[in-house]
């Protein structure tokens, strides 16, 4: 096993050879710091992404939760009309119930949605 030391710079024979070097060094300084901005680049087109992302699914959210709201308020109507055309009393317990349970529903999973995109606070 030989070495090949044909690239290597003799300093003393070539006196442009340190000005070479420092060139070179200084070009691989320029690739790192391109690199780096690179790096930063993708990584604030990924946080645009993002945010693009957590905005349309606020939206959806918060249009699922005035959807369903709003089908419980249909039913609740008819439920309630239903009873007022054959004159009979509303039982508390099936309003209450289906109030208490319909908007706990979608209010926690607006929790859990929205806890999951846009993070909760760090308990360290």
């Known amino acids: ?7 290597i710079v003799n300093l003393e024979d ?3 050879a340190e ?5 070179d060094s200084q070009e691989v300084k320029i690739q790192k710091m391109q690199a780096e901005i690179d790096s930063l680049k993708a990584a604030t087109e990924d946080t645009r992404n993002n945010t693009q992302l957590k905005k349309e699914l606020a939206f959806k959210t918060f249009e699922f939760m005035v959807q369903f ?4 308020g249909v039913i ?3 439920y309630v009309a239903q ?10 317990n099936v309003l209450i119930t289906l109030i208490t349970t319909t908007f706990a529903t979608v209010i926690g999973l607006m929790v859990i949605i929205l ?5 909760g606070k760090d308990t360290q």
């Open 83 to 92: 009873h007022i055309f054959l004159n009979k009393s509303i039982p508390n």
């Open 115 to 119: 806890k999951g995109l846009f993070g």
């Open 76 to 78: 609740l109507g008819t």
């Open 69 to 72: 709201s709003t089908f419980v």
């Open 19 to 23: 000005q070479e070097l420092s060139d």
């Open 14 to 16: 070539n006196p442009n």
């Open 1 to 7: 096993m030989s070495l090949d030391l044909t690239g």
